[in-house]
């Protein structure tokens, strides 16, 4: 008999809630669940294949272990024992900078990803920490470090009642949005026109959102912070500014219209391709609204001027009062976030505290850029990284330079990989860990409930028992954080446990802590759940702002509404002032770049990405059900550059960028602009040694190819993967 589970979809940010329907331990359907909370029922066309995505057979089964040049299956004690003759060893003799770790995306899709790296990075003590955030929003984290003290304060759209959204940089009816967890974000949006509001969107190619919008500007690739900073101008020059509200928690008002002076509608215009009007216009318009948020993603962040445009967005919120108020952009507060506390100067946010080893790039969020993986790995010399911990990443695609990458990985000491899959990436490894599939592990989404447009909580158990021979991920992270430091064998409950007492001796030491005062190994001995990360969740929601606990969540499988977003300033800042710094320091000397680029001479030709919705970066293409159709690596081509270059539809072509050149098949289509062309990520499944079945038959080529690592932005050190410059030619 078929029986039904739920099970919030790990799949992409919007954290829909699934009813799975099971056979025996087999996943055999997916639909939305009509009572959760948050999603009430929808689902999209990944969320539906879950079943396909979690049965695949080519997810690896049992640890894979290195011996005489190949990787053979193992058992987990062989494998934790190969991690724990290896990385000690390489510890002791090189120290901890010998040793990086690479954290990849589906790290925010798991309790494991959430619970365990930071204890990993603690017990190996490595500033060799690369992430795909330098991939991604690590421009968001800089500019609200700096603006706000605390790079997790990322304000969101109030997507609900906003009465108009300015949205640049994101596509999210295919990518279901992004540092905005809203389940059926293109009903939202299609609820704000219906309710009167107004959508713009600002992107160099048509995309289904930008067919949503009221209004569509598609400027020049990489010239969000010109404009943004024409709009600021703008509000400024007109007197359209409010920002009353926030001014007693404002410092820098005053000298941000002198640091923005030069960027007038008219200079910026040319560059960004647009009129002087249709910026003074939008500014106005946007002034005008009763409510509204802007919002940024991908094509503002992975930018040359990434931390510049993400500044700005927040600078136009502040500037019209939009900040920080219903219907603006306002900051959630998730259950296991930290109890609110009073308002006062905090400890403020450094960038640069370290540098990179070969080429000096500036930590942030105490990360380096992983488009400088390689050379670390390359490079010799004291601080050389010998071996590397890889989870649920693969930089081989989705960062700069895959084949160097390749090379350099090919060539480490040691290296462990968490992932479920044998791909680009994890075929270098000596240790590989498998995860279980996502229908046996329990789901609690720390990191997406922060940046959700509306404030709740969802917790699934294991939808199916742990498959004999499987290890829960969370065990596995415990596993290898004591096989690293010299403790393997001891239970991974340890782990869980040192984390349980520290915290909660630390919460019954801090008086605005809910847990002031109390016995700390009393209240340990109270928490409730099977395992140890279900008791850390358990701590946290106690610790948390709403009092609840993992009791309450169990007893309610369909979540609990902790109700729309609401203000939070000024208690949100961390910043040393204790106030909002408008224009701090590292971003007013990054500006006289961005007026510099008013005089540069545009590229003729720029490449920028995409996402399908069927997609998820690198590694769904192994799933039958996701690939094909309009799913494919093709080069989009405008109908007159197509022409102006001799390229014709169904054509192939060579692109050729700093970094190397490819062969594509073309697709000419009006949906880019012209003097744009774009080709999407994750793709090039075509290397020996990996074991994707499905994908390397159909392999596609990767984007990333095309770039050195060396464009970078560089206050964040994010690589820029949107808006570089191309050269296209037919190929017979
Ligand atoms: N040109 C270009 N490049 C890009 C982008 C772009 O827009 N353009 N986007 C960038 C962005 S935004 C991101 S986030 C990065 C993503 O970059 P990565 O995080 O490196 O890549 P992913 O494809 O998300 O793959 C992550 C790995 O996680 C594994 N995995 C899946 N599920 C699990 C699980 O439950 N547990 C574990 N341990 N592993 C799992 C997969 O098998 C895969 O190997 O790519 C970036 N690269
Ligand atoms: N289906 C699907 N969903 C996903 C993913 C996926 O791979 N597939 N990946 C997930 C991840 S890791 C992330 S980070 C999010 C990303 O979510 P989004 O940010 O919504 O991602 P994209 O769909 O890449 O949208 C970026 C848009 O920016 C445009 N663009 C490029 N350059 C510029 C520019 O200079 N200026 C402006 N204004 N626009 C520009 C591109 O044309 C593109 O439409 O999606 C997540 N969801
Ligand atoms: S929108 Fe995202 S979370 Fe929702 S079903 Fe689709 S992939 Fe899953
Ligand atoms: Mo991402």
Redesign the pocket.
């Known amino acids: 008999m078929p029986r039904t589970a739920l099970r919030v979809c790990p799949l992409?940010?919007a954290t829909c809630g699934l009813t799975l329907t099971i056979e025996g331990s087999t996943v055999t359907g997916a639909r939305g669940d009509r009572d959760d909370v948050f999603s009430r029922g929808f689902i999209c066309p990944?969320g539906a294949a879950f079943g396909a995505v979690d049965g695949d057979p080519d997810r690896l089964r049992t640890p894979l272990v290195r011996r005489a040049g190949r990787l053979r299956e193992a058992t987990w004690e062989e494998a934790y024992a190969a991690v724990a003759a290896a990385v000690p060893a390489l510890l002791r003799e090189y120290g901890p900078q010998s040793v990086g770790v690479v954290l990849g995306?589906p790290n925010t899709h798991t309790m494991a990803g959430a619970l365990y790296p930071p204890l990993l990075l603690k017990a190996l003590g490595t500033r060799n920490l690369f992430t795909?955030s330098t991939l991604?929003?690590m421009p968001k984290h800089v500019s609200s470090g700096l603006l706000f003290g605390d790079p997790f304060a990322i304000p969101v759209p109030d997507l609900d009642r906003t009465d108009f959204l300015l949205l640049?940089?994101?596509?999210?009816v295919?990518?279901?949005?992004?540092l905005c967890t809203a389940p059926d974000f293109p009903g939202r949006l299609r609820a704000l026109r219906a309710r009167g509001g107004t959508l713009v969107v600002?992107?160099?190619?048509r995309?289904r959102?930008a067919r949503l919008a009221d209004r569509h500007l598609a400027?020049?690739?990489?010239?969000?912070a010109l404009l943004l900073a024409a709009l600021a101008h703008t509000l400024l020059d007109e007197k359209l500014t409010d920002p009353d509200r926030l001014t007693r928690w404002t410092e820098g008002l005053g000298e941000l219209g002198p640091a923005l002076d030069r960027f007038t509608p008219e200079a910026v215009a040319p560059a960004c391709d647009l009129s002087a009007a249709e910026i003074r216009a939008l500014a106005r318009e946007l002034a005008a609204a009763p409510t509204a948020a802007v919002y940024?993603?991908?094509?503002?962040c992975?930018?040359e001027y990434g931390t510049l445009a993400s500044w700005l967005v927040d600078v136009l919120n502040i500037l019209t009062g939009n900040l920080d108020r219903p219907g603006g952009a306002l900051f959630p507060l998730s259950a296991t976030d930290h109890a609110p506390r009073p308002a006062g100067p905090g400890k403020g946010f450094a960038l640069g505290r370290w540098h990179s080893r070969v080429s000096g790039h500036p930590e942030a969020k105490s990360e380096l850029p992983t488009a400088a993986l390689a050379e670390e790995i390359e490079t010799p010399g004291e601080g050389r990284i010998r071996a590397l911990i890889a989870i649920a990443a693969n930089p081989v695609l989705s960062a700069p330079d895959g084949q160097r990458l390749d090379a350099a990985l090919a060539g480490l000491d040691f290296m462990v990989s968490v992932d479920p899959y044998l791909n680009e990436t994890a075929r270098h490894a000596h240790v590989v860990l498998p995860p279980p599939p996502p229908a046996q592990s329990a789901h609690f989404d720390f990191a997406f409930n922060a940046f959700a447009v509306r404030n709740q909580a969802r917790y699934s158990p294991p939808a199916v028992p742990l498959e004999e021979g499987r290890m829960d991920e969370c065990e596995i992270h415990a596993r290898l954080i004591l096989a690293v430091s010299e403790q393997h064998g001891a239970p991974p409950e340890t782990v869980d446990d040192r984390v349980i007492a520290d915290t909660l001796a630390r919460a019954a030491a801090d008086p605005h802590s809910p847990l002031f005062g109390e016995d700390p190994r009393l209240r340990a001995s109270t928490l409730s759940g099977r395992t140890g990360p279900e008791r850390r969740l358990d701590m946290m929601l106690r610790l948390g702002p709403y009092d609840l606990t993992l009791e309450e969540l169990g007893q309610h499988p369909h979540g609990i509404d902790l109700g729309p977003l609401r203000p939070r300033l000024p208690g949100v800042l961390k910043t040393r002032s204790g106030r909002i710094e408008l224009l701090p320091e590292p971003i007013a000397a990054e500006l006289p770049r961005l007026r510099a680029a008013l005089a540069e001479r545009p590229a003729a030709l720029v490449l920028?990405?995409?996402?399908?919705?069927?997609?998820?970066?690198s590694w769904l293409h192994n799933v039958p059900a996701l690939i094909g159709g309009s799913n494919r690596c093709t080069l989009q081509v405008h109908p007159e550059d197509a022409g102006r270059l001799g390229l014709a539809d169904g054509g192939r072509a060579r692109v050729t960028s700093d970094g190397g050149s490819l062969e594509v098949p073309v697709e000419v289509t009006e949906t880019v602009r012209r003097g744009v062309v774009?080709l999407p990520?994750?793709w090039g499944h075509d290397r020996a040694g990996s074991r994707l079945s499905v994908a390397s038959a159909e392999p596609g080529a990767n984007v990333n190819q095309l770039l050195d690592g060396t464009r970078l932005d560089p206050l964040s050190g994010t690589a820029v993967l949107?808006?570089f410059p191309v050269e296209l030619a037919p190929l017979p």
């Open positions: 992409c940010e990944k995306n795909a991604d929003q640049l940089g994101a596509n999210p295919e990518s279901n949005g992004s600002v992107d160099p190619r995309t959102t400027p020049r690739p990489g010239s969000d940024g993603r991908i094509g503002s992975t930018t920028v990405g995409r996402r399908h919705l069927r997609s998820n970066n774009s990520h994750g949107n808006g």
